[in-house]
């Protein structure tokens, strides 16, 4: 990784170096199931953002796959069906 560059700005105040960030273990509950959550807090203004309002968590249950990733899943377990059809005639 050459150089990660990520920015920051507070959508309300519009300030950009002033946040702090807290690891909530139990601050999003899906469906009964408490997932941890990451708040990073403005230190101008002090608004709460939600990471996962912009950045969403892969291992949450709510969290879908790009179209692009479906479509290649689909074509796989295809291509399998497809070559075990064959192979067992």
Request: hydrophobic share 40%; glycine share 6%.
């Amino acid at each position: 990784m050459a150089r990660a560059r990520l920015h920051l700005i507070c959508g309300n105040c519009g300030c950009k170096d002033m946040f702090s960030h807290v690891i909530d273990p139990t601050g999003h509950d899906i469906r009964g199931e408490l997932f941890p959550a990451v708040l990073i807090s403005c230190g101008n203004c002090a608004t709460l953002h939600d990471l996962s309002d912009n950045a969403p968590d892969r291992k949450s249950p709510l969290w879908e796959a790009p179209p692009a990733a479906r479509l290649r899943r689909r074509l796989k377990l295809a291509l399998m069906a497809f070559w075990r059809q064959l192979f067992q005639k």
